[in-house]
Structure formats: C-alpha cells, structure tokens
C-alpha cells in the first residue's frame, strides 16, 4: 500500500467554480502534511500547510481528518492560473523523510 | 537572493558516463533531499541528509550517490550503474517552524541520455 494516495484527475473544471481534492495517508503517526502545486516542467511550490483545526489562505482551505486519515483542498472561484498539478505531502516527524503523492491535475476551462 | 540552486538546468548523459548534479542552499537548512520525478510517477526520494557527513538512502538508491561536506551543499552523482536515469530531479531542503517541518524545492535538473 502507498504511503500517500490521491486521483490522479484530470479535473476539468469552468472558471468560477469550487473544486475539492482528497489525499489518503496511511501511517496514522504522521504529523505534518502540505498541498504542493506544481506547473509543467517546473519544481513543486509550497501551497499551503495543513493545520488540525483547518486554515484557509484566500481562495483556498486546508482541511485534515485524522479519524479517516485524509487531508483536503478546496479551490473557490477557480481562476485559469489555478491549472496545475496539486501534490500532497505527509511527514511522520521531524528528521523522517516526506512522502508524496503523484498529484492531481487540474484544467481551468475558460 | 535565498534559494535552492540546481544547475545544469539540462544534462545530457552518454552511455556508461557518471554526471554530478549540483545542488546549493543558503537558507541554512539542515536537511537536505533528492527527490526523482518520472512522469505519472510522482516523487520518488534518492536520498536524504539530515546534518553534514551523513546521509540515508531513499527508496531508490541504487545507480546514484551522494556527498555531504558542507551543510550548503548536497550534489548527486548518477553513476553508469543506474540503467534508467533519464528523468527530472528535485533537489530540496527542509527547515523546522512552529515544531513543524517544511521543505522547499529547487528548479531542479532534466537529465537525458545520449
């Protein structure tokens, strides 16, 4: 079993619109966990990490569900710059390698 | 500027060649990453460095190596040993915050070969 699983998509999705990510994980001692974006060719950037209690960053919220270990993204208002390939990352604890997801692509359709 | 360095931004491999990677860092991390990107693959860790002149293999090691002398950099060598290398690679580097751990990516390197 994966350590980090998510749909890999593709989400295609109209410009306005609200568009929801899960990432599973299964070491329930993980402790930290992130959304990654990553654009074509490029390196994957920070996004967002992902608090207990839930956080949001404008147009984005990070939510974590420990009791059915899963994190979630949710996108409001998709804008066509949101198209990318959304990574989620797991660390079990500091000093512990991180482990990724392979992503899922997004397609903001004007 | 602050940042995680990479260079080349190409390299182009011949058969049976070794070719070294750079990384750098000076945002004073003490962790260190190399990360392999194939497509429809996600990341796959090479290997890892905590603290200078210590290292731990990822989960696919074999075919490369890696040197840890200064805290600032991490470069990886692809040794003819590793039959498939051609792929994207991720360099990264971790700090802790808040009790939290976060890691940053370089622009990373497409090695193709020849």
């Known amino acids: 079993r994966k350590e980090v699983e998510q749909d890999p998509g593709p989400f295609n999705v109209p410009e306005g619109a609200t568009v929801a990510f899960n990432c599973t994980y299964s070491n329930s001692a993980s402790q930290s966990f992130f959304w990654y974006r990553q654009d074509c060719r490029k390196e994957p950037k920070l996004l967002m990490s992902v608090y207990s209690s839930g956080n949001e960053d404008g147009r984005f919220t990070a939510q974590l569900n420990r009791a059915s270990q899963y994190i979630s993204l949710l996108i409001r208002d998709s804008k066509l710059s949101d198209s990318a390939t959304y990574l989620c990352a797991v660390n079990y604890f500091t000093g512990n390698q991180f482990y990724f997801g392979t992503g899922t692509s997004l397609t903001v359709i004007p | 500027d602050g940042g995680i360095t990479q260079s080349p931004k190409y390299l182009f491999r011949k058969e049976g060649q070794n070719v070294t990677l750079s990384c750098e860092q000076n945002?004073?991390?003490?962790?260190m990453y190399w990360y392999r990107q194939d497509p429809g693959q996600g990341l796959r860790l090479i290997y890892y460095s905590q603290i200078v002149n210590d290292f731990q293999k990822g989960d696919i090691a074999e075919g490369y190596s890696v040197s840890r002398e200064k805290k600032e950099s991490f470069p990886l060598t692809v040794t003819s040993a590793q039959k498939n290398p051609t792929a994207f690679y991720l360099c990264?580097?971790?700090?802790?915050?808040?009790?939290?751990?976060?890691?940053?990516f370089g622009p990373g390197t497409r090695l193709l070969v020849l």
């Open positions: 990264a580097s971790s700090m802790v915050q808040g009790g939290q751990e976060t890691q940053y």
């Open positions: 945002l004073n991390h003490d962790a």
